[in-house]
């Protein structure tokens, strides 16, 4: 059985399946087609039910404002990336959770706003980090209804879309001439992928419905017109998913607590080994890119 590529629309073959392996919600299979002609990796069909698959323990919520602005160093590369192309302006997050990035976002100096889908997170945004957060499942239509920005950030959001390629479409409306879109997603041509195929925790099943290549995210945008200004697999964020790769993919091996321990631990010092390896650019476990709109 093959299904319709979702950008190409080519004809894909099954790859792989997988379960959810790394938070055990259910024990359904998943089926993952790749694309021949766009190299797009795909579920078929997305589950009707996604939602369910996104516990309350999926997002972490700070405690106090404290907790979040110390809890919010380990994201500051971030904004570092966006502060390298664009200094001030409207900012909006696309899937913040909890707002580490909009946090600093907001103390950088920016108008944020912020488009997320759990509803404690969103209280927590309004309320707490004291920025315009819209709680909605549907940022495409959200979206369709904002002001122009001039920054769009999307951290590792994108995989979790239905209709990523609409989504691109609907930023590039929105974003004003000059404007940056900032994006990281898991990278299919890792590495660890090749190594570890359908247990590779950055699969996710079944909440990253897609594993998009850079360069097909590359074609994309640049039809839209858009301008590459960052495409790296080497960036602090993209390292620090190489990490949590190896951690994952040893402690999902059990399901006792202690045990889980020690292999998360093995994990980590493989990680350290193979580390000069996934440092190369392409072979990391993310990417992130940054793209301009013309003036």
């Known amino acids: 059985?093959?299904?319709?590529?979702?950008?190409?629309?080519?004809?894909?073959?099954?790859?792989?399946?997988?379960?959810?392996?790394?938070?055990?919600?259910s024990q359904e299979?998943?089926?993952?087609?790749?694309?021949?002609?766009?190299?797009?990796?795909?579920?078929a069909p997305i589950p009707a039910n996604l939602a369910d698959y996104y516990s309350e323990t999926y997002h972490f919520i700070p405690e106090s404002s404290d907790y979040l602005a110390a809890g919010s160093e380990p994201e500051r590369y971030k904004i570092e990336i966006v502060e390298q192309y664009i200094g001030k302006g409207r900012l909006l997050e696309i899937g913040p959770s909890y707002g580490s990035f909009t946090y600093l976002a907001k103390k950088a100096g920016f108008e944020?706003?912020?488009?997320?889908?759990?509803?404690?997170?969103?209280?927590?945004?309004?309320?707490?980090?004291?920025?315009?957060a819209i709680n909605s499942d549907d940022p495409i239509e959200v979206l369709k209804q904002a002001e122009p920005y001039d920054v769009i950030a999307l951290w590792h959001v994108i995989e979790h879309l239905p209709d990523p390629w609409r989504m691109l479409?609907?930023?590039?409306?929105?974003?004003?001439?000059?404007?940056?879109?900032?994006?990281?997603?898991?990278?299919?041509?890792a590495f660890q992928f090749h190594l570890m195929g359908h247990y590779w925790p950055h699969v996710d099943a079944p909440r990253h419905v897609s594993l998009i290549p850079m360069k097909l995210l590359v074609?994309?945008?640049?039809?839209?017109?858009?301008?590459?200004?960052?495409?790296?697999?080497?960036?602090?964020?993209?390292?620090?998913?190489?990490?949590?790769?190896?951690?994952?993919?040893?402690?999902?091996?059990?399901?006792?607590?202690?045990?889980?321990?020690?292999?998360h631990h093995i994990g980590r010092m493989l990680s350290l080994l193979l580390s000069p390896i996934e440092k190369m650019e392409g072979k990391g476990s993310a990417y992130t890119v940054v793209f301009r709109k013309g003036g």
Not at 12 to 22: E, G, M
Request: net charge neutral; charged share 20%.
């Open 1 to 25: 059985m093959k299904k319709s590529c979702p950008y190409c629309h080519a004809e894909s073959p099954l790859y792989f399946q997988s379960k959810d392996y790394n938070r055990n919600i």
């Open 29 to 43: 299979t998943f089926d993952h087609y790749h694309c021949p002609q766009c190299e797009l990796i795909f579920i």
């Open 112 to 132: 944020v706003e912020a488009i997320e889908m759990n509803a404690r997170c969103c209280q927590f945004l309004n309320e707490v980090v004291g920025v315009n």
């Open 169 to 189: 479409d609907a930023i590039y409306a929105k974003l004003n001439p000059g404007g940056i879109v900032v994006l990281a997603a898991p990278n299919p041509d």
């Open 219 to 263: 074609r994309k945008l640049e039809g839209l017109g858009m301008k590459a200004e960052l495409l790296t697999t080497t960036d602090k964020g993209s390292i620090g998913w190489n990490d949590f790769g190896w951690s994952f993919f040893f402690s999902n091996l059990s399901s006792f607590f202690h045990v889980k321990r020690v292999l």
